[in-house]
């Protein structure tokens, strides 16, 4: 039955996003494979070649941000074509992270990379764009969210800066995948988390994308941080690891509904307004360009069609039978 409802889907999907899922998902093994996603990741349970000594924290950022940050954009794009932006959100981060590693770490490796997947982006992006459901522009703020992106910004912050610095020094270079030094893009790491826990704290179409990825990479690279703390690309000292490691896992713990959607839970309930009526005057009838005063039909006067001041008996809010 499932099966069949999916193929029924698929058919009634318009030509442009059957095309877009396609292209979505070659994508994914791409990032995976082809840029060595899966098998950086695959350093931290000693699954490779184990003749050479690995730099585990480095190959775990590199690993992470093609595995769960680009592969898992790429899925949620290909499974949901039709509600594609929290994934093209999470790559324009992605994105615009390598560029600023380029230029803060001083090398021009991540460029290519950068400009591989803005192609994909754009090609993506012209595919759905008439097709799609409209951009979700409803911004949220979660408090909840938002302590979490504040305690994290520290954090990421000085673990991009340590990596960018190493890069601009070249204190530890031949760290490279398709000829791409792994400092910058290590510091482009440390971006992207710090934006997009920021952008988990204010927009909730991309909650659920976002706090996926970012709780896998923060969670796998401070693990690698802790299983191989003299390697290179890990901190000094293993309280690092184990700060990423709790804020990752803090990331991925679910919140309540109530405390995240609707501008109910950020307001508070609404307050009883106190009662203000009172009977119209003719100074009233004046202001607001009533009828003039006319006397009524048994002599007495009415303003206009001003309705009696007994009030109307009330029906019974009862449904009626079928």
């Not at 009634?12 to 791409?30: F, G």
């Not at 899966?38 to 950022?61: N, R």
């Not at 704290?201 to 923060?218: D, Q, V």
């Not at 307050?271 to 360009?289: E, G, S």
Request: proline share 9%; net charge positive; with cysteine.
């Amino acid at each position: 039955m499932a099966d069949a409802a999916a193929a029924e889907t698929n058919l009634r999907m318009p030509s442009r996003l059957r095309i877009a899922r396609v292209v979505a998902w070659v994508m994914v093994p791409v990032a995976l494979f082809g840029l060595f996603g899966l098998a950086d990741l695959m350093t931290l349970p000693g699954w490779v070649d184990q003749q050479y000594e690995w730099s585990v924290p480095l190959e775990a950022s590199w690993g992470s941000l093609f595995t769960f940050v680009v592969g898992g954009s790429f899925i949620s794009i290909a499974r949901k074509p039709g509600q594609p932006w929290p994934g093209f959100v999470l790559l324009s981060i992605a994105i615009g992270a390598l560029l600023l590693g380029s230029v803060f770490g001083l090398d021009a490796g991540p460029v290519p990379v950068a400009l591989l997947l803005s192609m994909v982006v754009a090609l993506l992006a012209w595919l759905v764009w008439r097709e799609a459901a409209p951009l979700p522009l409803v911004w949220n703020l979660s408090p909840p969210y938002l302590l979490i992106a504040l305690a994290g910004l520290p954090l990421w912050a000085l673990y991009a800066v340590h990596a960018f610095e190493v890069s601009r020094l070249r204190q530890d270079t031949g760290h490279l995948t398709w000829n791409i030094e792994h400092w910058p893009v290590q510091g482009s790491v440390g971006i992207v988390l710090c934006l997009s826990a920021v952008a988990m704290a204010f927009w909730p179409a991309g909650r659920p994308l976002m706090r996926i990825a970012t709780s896998l990479s923060a969670t796998y690279i401070g693990a690698a941080m802790l299983a191989y703390p003299d390697r290179a690309g890990a901190m000094d000292g293993p309280m690092w690891g184990v700060a990423m490691v709790l804020w990752g896992t803090v990331v991925a713990l679910p919140i309540p509904r109530a405390q995240t959607d609707g501008a109910k839970a950020w307001r508070g309930a609404p307050r009883r307004r106190p009662n203000t009526m009172r009977p119209a005057t003719p100074d009233d009838m004046v202001r607001n360009q009533q009828p003039p005063l006319s006397r009524g039909k048994h002599g007495g006067s009415s303003f206009g069609h001003q309705h009696s001041s007994t009030p109307k008996q009330q029906l019974p809010m009862t449904r009626p039978r079928r």
